[in-house]
């Protein structure tokens, strides 16, 4: 975004003639949309606070669904509590993340508005494409983070063996939970990184797909580092679906490259060292037609020499 300044005195800036924004009208405009944004963050902060319960006990699900969480004389599944306030904090945490989620529309909105008068037409369609396509690429992270939490519990219990008593502490439980489902989710966005940089004209369909061998294995290297849980099925899981969305995103970079006409050029097929065929076929050329002359041509007349200038020899002087 431009700013257009001119300014009268000391430190008073009034609005350009071509009707932009100063700089003083923009601080203003981003404290108000900063203000009704935290309002809105702060309003779902109260509803989250109340459906905080319910939502821990949704993440609880995973584990309290295991025979190991069970408690063997009151019949139900209980965590431990290490601090007097822990429980108490932990439904603060997560009524913020709720809250977060439901003030979504209102906060996307406000950045959304003032962003958007910087941006061009096409701009703003892929932007308008790719927020389209960023939420339900979280979503189907976090959904196959529950998958991953409840295999990988179950194998983790498993290998501890009937002997040991397993009580987990209720604050790392759910941070555990939350930060594998916003890693996935983090992770699912991947692809919409791959289609920007075929959508700007940096990588080409063909191109991307030569990577296939590099990119599997980033993803399985990715995923090796960034699971939390040591089991294979966590990791595999997130490379598998990874290596799906790549490809995907190079499938329809090949649309998109059809449809603006890439790989089509004179000297596309061509590599960067390679010398490029001259056409040396030379083409027949037709003879003119014959131009007649419409009066003949008179000879220029003689041009009578200059007379020589006399010259004394007082006029070097």
């Known amino acids: 975004m431009a700013f257009a300044l001119r300014k009268r005195g000391p430190s008073t800036f009034e609005r350009a003639a071509d009707g932009s924004m100063t700089l003083m009208e923009h601080i203003r405009e981003l404290r108000n949309r900063l203000f009704r944004a935290s309002l809105a963050i702060l309003v779902g902060f109260g509803f989250g606070i109340w459906l905080a319960t319910p939502v821990r006990v949704l993440l609880s699900k995973p584990y309290c669904d295991l025979p190991q969480s069970i408690d063997p004389l009151t019949g139900k599944c209980k965590f431990v509590q290490l601090g007097v306030a822990d429980v108490f904090l932990l439904n603060l945490k997560i009524g913020l993340w709720v809250g977060l989620i439901i003030a979504a529309p209102i906060w996307l909105y406000q950045l959304w508005a003032f962003i958007a008068p910087g941006l061009h037409r096409h701009e703003r369609r892929y932007a308008y494409i790719f927020t389209g396509l960023a939420a339900p690429l979280f979503a189907a992270g976090a959904v196959l983070a529950f998958f991953v939490t409840t295999k990988g519990l179950e194998f983790l219990l498993n290998v501890s ?26 992770a699912f966005e991947f692809p919409l990184i791959v289609l920007m940089l075929n959508f700007v004209g940096l990588a080409s369909a063909k191109r991307l797909l030569s990577w296939w061998r590099v990119a599997i294995f980033v993803f399985f290297a990715f995923s090796a580092v960034v699971t939390p849980t040591p089991d294979p099925f ?6 598998l679906c990874l290596s799906a969305l790549y490809f ?10 059809r449809r603006r006409g890439r790989g089509q050029e004179v ?3 061509i590599a960067d060292d390679e010398v490029s065929p001259l056409d040396l076929s030379s083409e027949p050329v037709p003879t003119g037609a014959r131009i007649e002359a419409s009066a003949p041509i008179a000879a220029p007349e003689p041009v009578a020499a200059p007379a020589p200038i006399e010259r004394r020899y007082d006029d070097m002087t």
Not at 166 to 182: G, W
Not at 234 to 239: D, N, P, Q, S, V
Not at 248 to 257: H, P, Q
């Open 161 to 186: 063996g009937d002997d040991i008593a397993t009580n987990l502490e209720v604050t790392r439980y759910i941070s555990f939970v939350t930060n594998l489902i916003l890693l996935f989710g983090v």
């Open 267 to 269: 000297y596309a097929g």
């Open 234 to 239: 966590g990791m595999t899981a997130l490379a």
């Open 248 to 257: 995907a995103a190079v499938g329809v970079a090949f649309l998109n490259d």
